[in-house]
């Protein structure tokens, strides 16, 4: 059976780099992987390869910017081509961004089976562009893989029959386990030491492209610069808004690689974030994850571990921030089988699947 594997944004390339390592170990050899060059520079795709041990990719379509419409649009042409010329039997979609719905969506309508990887998250909140592509994307797979049983439940609520349901884990903290000795083996950032930092990363356009929303929490990380020192690696759509905002204890950085991105966080204090992944690896490692918003597609973050959604008013930040300084690390743990063996389980189950009838 020949299977595409899509990649195309920075949070798609740890949730592959496992799978396409369970495949090689089982000796699996025709495999095709697209990225679809949603994220391109050398900081949001480049060193996530290297740093990863993931191959060249086989075509890379390097579409770029654009608008939501520009974007999935480009990707499905492209795409379309791609799979008419390999003819897959399986294309596998990875996460919520604009490639995996794209990808989905293009090779169900040619008749090809799609399995996506991280089905089921709900965060209810349809103003979020992820949260409709995951919608979509789960609702036209064949086979839908989960990282915990909440998301099994949403699926069944929507009514997705169990014979596509497969609870597998988490491809994402396969590699967190894979790559964590090489991770915390490196220097920190000058001027940091173990323990006495925060991390904080903000990118979702709901609290970035907002100058009133984002000039609220950049005052909320100011009072938190005031008790800690704090490094902002910036993502390159929230570097436009911040309009020279400084503190003397905050550090502005490019985007990491994941080596060093994942060292910073293992070594942290606690993180502040609006990411999703991130609440996942905070809870891994039992770092305090402070979520600057409203929602959570990942509550087995809150329920388990060590994720807590603070929302965005900058007083409850603040306020949440001092507690983690003044009362330390909550208990935690890790969900059922975020074991580093995800992709090994998802990858027996997709070559365990019938070829189609010719
Ligand atoms: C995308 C994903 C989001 C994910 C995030 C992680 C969608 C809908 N969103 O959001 O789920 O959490 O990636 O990074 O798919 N840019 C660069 N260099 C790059 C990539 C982007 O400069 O390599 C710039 C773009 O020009 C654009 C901005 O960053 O101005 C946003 O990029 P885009 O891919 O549209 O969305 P993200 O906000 O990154």
Known sequence: ??????????PNF???????????????????????G????????????????IPE?????????????QQTARIMVDFENVCIQRRPDWVVVVG?????????????????????????LRSRDMSMPEEINRICTDAI?????????????????????ESKIRFVGNTMIDTLFAQLDRAIALPLPADLSEGQYAV?????????????MLSGLLGAISSVCSRIPVIFPVHPRTRSHLNGFAHPNLTIAEPFSYLSFLGLVARSRFVLTDSGGIQEETTVLGIPCLTMRLNTERPITCELGTNMLVGTDPKRIREMAFAVLDHG??????????????????????????PLPC
Not at 38 to 53: K, N
Not at 142 to 161: I, S
Not at 330 to 351: N, S, Y
């Open 329 to 354: 690390r909550p208990r935690h743990c890790i969900p059922d089988k975020w074991d580093g063996h995800a992709a090994e389980r998802i990858v027996e189950t997709l070559l365990d699947e019938d």
């Open 96 to 120: 919520d961004v604009n490639s995996t719905i794209a990808c989905a969506l293009t090779a169900k309508k040619l008749g090809i089976r799609v399995a996506h990887v991280e089905a089921g």
């Open 38 to 53: 949603q994220h391109y520079d050398r900081g949001m795709s480049d060193t996530f390869f290297s740093d990863l041990d």
């Open 1 to 10: 059976m020949r299977f595409l594997l899509v990649a195309g944004a920075r």
């Open 200 to 212: 904080l990363t903000l990118h979702r356009p709901s609290n970035v492209d907002s100058p009133e």
């Open 57 to 69: 990719p086989d075509i890379n379509f390097g579409v770029g910017s654009g608008t939501h419409a």
């Open 14 to 36: 740890m949730k592959i780099a496992p799978l396409m390592k369970a495949f090689r170990r089982r000796d699996h050899r025709d495999l095709i992987l697209v990225h679809t």
């Open 141 to 161: 797979s064949d086979l839908l893989f989960t990282t915990d049983r909440l998301a099994d439940e949403n699926l069944r609520r929507e009514g997705v029959p």
